[in-house]
């Protein structure tokens, strides 16, 4: 602060800050280390401190009516409590103020728990001191406290969901069952998801498309859904309760009002790719379908692959092919579509973008990549689905005539792995695992099945049992140690997987067919790019991140965004569904609120100061901050807007604008300095330091 | 005498008595604290080159420091790894292993547990400042290649040999290799 004219503070009469101090004992938390009552008798001798009281609980019944009773009978404009953490319990004092007629900011929690009692427990009167220090920081700021509005914005009455897997399709048919109106957005050209790719399920053994395609159809079909396929994300604007979405439709190059999905376009388009949905195990044509139960049962045109679209002759200039067009009997081919970029408003968005599978290129030593019967958990799916590449036969690639009599499943192949970035656990890998090794058994009967494990995690409903089953009924050896290299025999032309035994120390060698790796999950890139877009935080493990682990699993930071199923973390579908559903949940209790209240701590920029750097708006992690342009006397200028539904008030803009043209409100400079300067000299000479006196105190 | 040594793993019961919580620790340290981050989950030792050719399982190394069983500084199998560092290289956790087996080894070598072997190759460092000095047969090798028969160290440089041998002496290095071996006793 430097060489500054130091004004003494003189607050008229009825201005004069009247502040109550209420120290809480929370049981023995606090009393068993400080005595409560002393630190009340120390706070009331301190500035405009009218009355200080101590109780057993605070936070209860009878402890807020003390608070309010004093707030009346006092007639104290501020009040500091000293208790726990303001993350607890300030909701509930500020309603309790509110409840007396008080401005809901005119609170100052003293954290004498947490801060105090709970690290200096065997220390009592370094605490005291130390709980005295604090309240009288508390007491400091509360002088300087400012009643703060809060403001009401309606709420668009309509929800997107993002991902049409099963969690997205299980969160839309939530909200759209319940009346609400829902736009599920799907970035692939098909509904359906991850859970649409695989064979059966653990631990029932159901069909996976069986249960899930009459969701899809379900979803489809339902009045109040609207489904965008083939679109992505581009931009999202605003905030809780009014988002503006920027869409892009990318051309099917087919006219689903048309296409009968008879199939003759593919049959005779001449281009052969590699199928995503068989990852790449099977064949598909540039013009094709999905898989048979895709929704919408539309042909798409694969615009990097399509001879009309890509090739010219070089002669003539024309496109060359068009095949699909000339034969198409609904005439649905429609090679000049232009992507479509669409707006949409909604009052709240759910995130239900799956994941991607790791890639174990990443780890050499298992031959992926260079071995072709080294093959991926997901890729093994296809091979046991009816719809995949051998139709349901187990067979080992690639040339799909070898049944393999000995299959070797591994564990953890990217997951519980610091090598590749991921020390956690995937959840779904040992389960899936044991039930492709029950499918195997049960089409290979003679087969020989191997399943190479760190630990078995089988904790879910019916898992240990599906588990043991495994084992008793289908007589799959599990051998405990991860598996370090497979090499191939190269007088045998075998794969010989290593590892050790670690239950008998014993190095254990398997000839085998064919080995599957149980890949682990990873976030998808395209929920990556979401999360920019919408500048959602990331865990450490690079999956979205809830507001809080345990209480707050589906929000975010970003008020009126929920995120649920693999996006969030790795899962399997019951746990998916759940999660969709709650966060379809806190989508629609949103909605019915109708109206939503801002903080009354955000920031607030004073234009005369701002120059339109436009540091602030870098710095802001929640993206509310923008540059509006203006015209000040008679020129352009840019000035920084606070967009008070996203602001959070933590203040980065405030410390990052070198022109201190933001304030935070709540934690402005004078506030904070105080405190400081109340360390070094005490409450009253720090108070006497603010230049400017507090503003007049009305009852809200 | 050596097999006998080897045994001690196979001993029936290993006591809390012999667990050095400090020992765990110090060597836990010296590794980044990685040696607490194992899972035994056997990457290492069924990686282990040298593992399929002897009993020693660097895994159960790794477990033994892990307990603190100070014991294992006297098993010879903390003399099989090669430090190829294979497992270091493959576990995934970061386990720094071969490190730590070096450090293992720096403290069993000074307790006294040192292979006969190793103390000869010691003494031949002193003596000749190499732990392979040359023979007659490398001599002729190098002649028959057209090279001079003596390469350019310590061999063709006796006055630097001195001070090598100056450098193992201010090292102490001459007193751990003047040791009697436990193993040979």
Redesign the interface.
Known sequence: MGMEAIVETKPVEEDKPRIGVFVCHCGVNIAAVIDPKKLAEYAATLPNVVVAKDYTYMCSKPGQQLIIDSIKQYNLNRVVIAACSPRLHEPTFRKCLASAGLNPYLLEMANIREHCTWVHTHEPDVAFEKAKKIVELAVTRANLLEPLEEQEVSVIQRIMVIGGGIAGLFAALAAANAGFEVYLVELSPTIGGRMAQLDKTFPTLDCSKCVLTPIMNEAAAHPNIKLFTYTEVVDVQGSIGNFKVKLRKKPRYVDPSKCTACGICAEKCPVKVPNEFDMGLSMRKAIYLPFPQAVPTVYLIDPEHCLYLTKRDPKTGKPICGVCQRFCPAGAINFDEKPEEIEVDVGAIIIATGFDVFDPREKPEYGYGKYPNVITSLEFERILCATGPTGGKILCPPDWKKEPKRIVFIHCIGSRDETVNAPFCSRVCCMYTAKQAILYKERVPDGEAYVFYIDVRAAGKGFEEFYRRAVEEYGITYIRGKVSEIIKDPVRDTLVVRAEDTLTGKIVEVEADLVVLAVGMRPRKSTLELAKILKLPLSADGFLQELHMKLYPVQTAVDGVYICGCAQSPKDIPDSIAQAVAAAGYAMSLLSQGKVRTIGNVAEVNEDLCSGCGICEATCAFGAISLETKVVEGREVRRAKVDVLRCKGCGACAAACPAGAIKAKHFTDDQLLSMIRALFVGPSEALKAIKVAAPPIKAS | MLSAQASVLKRDVISTRDFDKSFADEINRLVENSLI?C?????????CPS??RTAM?I??LVRLARLGYKPMLSMVDLWMCTTCYRCFD?????VNITDAIIFIRNKAFKEGYALPKHIKVAQLVIDYGHAVPINNEIRALRKELGLPELPPTVHSFPDALKEVQKILSITKFNELANQQSKFSQ
């Open positions: 981050k899972m035994d989950c056997g990457t290492c030792s069924s990686g593992g399929r399982r895994r159960q493959r576990c995934p956790r970061k």
